[in-house]
């Protein structure tokens, strides 16, 4: 008998790497969603059950009495859905996100101040609402899943990159080289770390716990890429992939107003996932390289741009004109900077034998 696997979403950046590897796995798919988007990749076999998966009552009229062997929620609101599914199904997996750490959202709570790097799924959590508000809610519905399906499985996402993504973090670049800009400033130069996931490998995370269902039961597990790229890295592979050159001009952050939606927070604290544990109990491995994957996010976004919602959730006017003042004045500032001559001018220690590091002392 054929096992049946529901998928709450479906149709986001993940989803149709989720359906299609559950169907080669031999599951009748079918997925829940609004019905607002359709994907290509999901086959037509795959039954589509249209609801709100934000709304308890259309929820609860959509599902009857069905149960189903697997259930993934990767989209609504997951208390709810998980007290609904309670007693529906044989194995439940969620997916939730980085949040619940404490520090992820709110630098300021921790000391020293930004979060564990890497952090691992023991790390200190959100203590409270007054402390970060979205961090403790979304513990909250970790909580809430363990409650009603002690056996769950929950994985925490970072930001996904990738395909259907309605908010890219990559778009305030590429729209940068699309209107031909010739510079993008960029924090503290841009060597900012925030652990980014592409949807094939965060999807294929996810399929690892279905895998391995009997290690993953009652667990949860950090996802991201293999190797995180740092801020500016991003910048050079959005350019590689366009055919375009833009100049980095670094600033101290409290200057560099127009990168505040590439840094998504108020400090450049970085923020990375320990994978240790999904790698040794779950045998997880990226499916695509992080570059690459990225490449071709960033090529499907120059022949697919968003819209002005999502724009707006951006947050990023750009305001050339500011932009290139701020530019104007930043260059006045270096130009006219005197710097300090120093007796001796410092080095890199003896320990740096690189380019610019110790002479050789004898041709031998």
């Given at each position: 008998?054929?096992?049946?696997?529901?998928?709450?979403?479906?149709?986001?950046?993940?989803?149709?790497?989720?359906?299609?590897?559950?169907?080669?796995?031999?599951?009748?798919?079918?997925?829940?969603?609004?019905?607002?988007?359709?994907?290509?990749?999901?086959?037509?076999?795959?039954?589509?059950?249209?609801?709100?998966?934000?709304?308890?009552?259309?929820?609860?009229?959509?599902?009857?009495?069905?149960?189903?062997?697997?259930?993934?929620?990767?989209?609504?609101?997951?208390?709810?859905?998980?007290?609904?599914?309670?007693?529906?199904?044989?194995?439940?997996?969620?997916?939730?996100?980085?949040?619940?750490?404490?520090?992820?959202?709110?630098?300021?709570?921790?000391?020293?101040?930004?979060?564990?790097?890497?952090?691992?799924?023991?790390?200190?959590?959100?203590?409270?609402?007054?402390?970060?508000?979205?961090?403790?809610?979304?513990?909250?519905?970790?909580?809430?899943?363990?409650?009603?399906?002690?056996?769950?499985?929950?994985?925490?996402?970072?930001?996904?990159?990738?395909?259907?993504?309605?908010?890219?973090?990559?778009?305030?670049?590429?729209r940068r080289i699309l209107d031909g800009r010739s510079t993008i400033i960029l924090p503290d130069g841009g060597h900012y770390l925030n652990h980014?996931?592409?949807?094939?490998?965060?999807?294929?995370?996810?399929?690892?716990?279905?895998?391995?269902?009997?290690?993953?039961?009652?667990?949860?597990y950090n996802c991201g890429d293999e190797r995180v790229l740092s801020l500016v890295q991003v910048v050079e592979v959005c350019c590689d992939a366009?055919?375009?050159?833009?100049?980095?001009?670094?600033?101290?952050?409290?200057?560099?107003?127009?990168?505040?939606?590439?840094?998504?927070?108020?400090?450049?604290?970085?923020?990375?996932?320990?994978?240790?544990?999904?790698?040794?109990?779950?045998?997880?491995?990226?499916?695509?390289?992080?570059?690459?994957?990225?490449?071709?996010?960033?090529?499907?976004?120059?022949?697919?741009?968003?819209?002005?919602?999502?724009?707006?959730?951006?947050?990023?006017?750009?305001?050339?004109?500011?932009?290139?003042?701020?530019?104007?004045?930043?260059?006045?500032?270096?130009?006219?900077?005197?710097?300090?001559?120093?007796?001796?001018?410092?080095?890199?220690?003896?320990?740096?034998?690189?380019?610019?590091?110790?002479?050789?002392?004898?041709?031998?």
């Open positions: 008998m054929t096992d049946k696997a529901l998928v709450i979403g479906g149709t986001g950046p993940t989803g149709h790497f989720i359906v299609n590897g559950l169907r080669q796995r031999g599951f009748e798919v079918a997925i829940l969603h609004s019905g607002r988007h359709e994907v290509d990749e999901i086959p037509f076999e795959v039954e589509h059950i249209h609801t709100d998966p934000f709304d308890e009552d259309a929820l609860s009229l959509a599902i009857g009495s069905r149960k189903w062997d697997l259930v993934i929620a990767t989209y609504g609101r997951l208390r709810m859905i998980s007290r609904l599914f309670q007693g529906r199904t044989g194995k439940f997996i969620s997916i939730g996100g980085g949040p619940a750490y404490r520090g992820y959202m709110n630098a300021q709570a921790t000391y020293p101040k930004g979060m564990l790097v890497p952090v691992p799924e023991g790390a200190a959590k959100t203590r409270s609402e007054e402390e970060d508000g979205k961090g403790f809610r979304v513990l909250k519905s970790e909580e809430v899943v363990f409650n009603h399906h002690p056996e769950a499985t929950h994985f925490r996402y970072p930001y996904i990159y990738g395909k259907y993504q309605i908010v890219p973090r990559e778009w305030p670049i590429v980014h996931g592409a949807a094939e490998n965060m999807a294929h995370a996810v399929l690892c716990g279905v895998d391995h269902a009997e290690a993953s039961r009652g667990q949860i366009l055919d375009a050159t833009l100049e980095v001009v670094s600033m101290p952050y409290s200057l560099a107003v127009s990168a505040r939606p590439l840094v998504g927070q108020p400090w450049t604290s970085h923020r990375m996932f320990d994978l240790s544990k999904i790698k040794s109990e779950l045998g997880y491995k990226d499916k695509v390289e992080p570059v690459d994957a990225l490449s071709r996010a960033v090529k499907w976004l120059a022949d697919n741009p968003i819209g002005e919602r999502a724009e707006r959730s951006l947050q990023d006017p750009f305001d050339y004109a500011a932009e290139d003042r701020l530019l104007a004045a930043w260059a006045k500032f270096i130009e006219g900077f005197d710097s300090p001559a120093f007796s001796q001018e410092p080095g890199y220690t003896g320990s740096y034998s690189g380019p610019g590091g110790s002479v050789r002392k004898s041709a031998w």
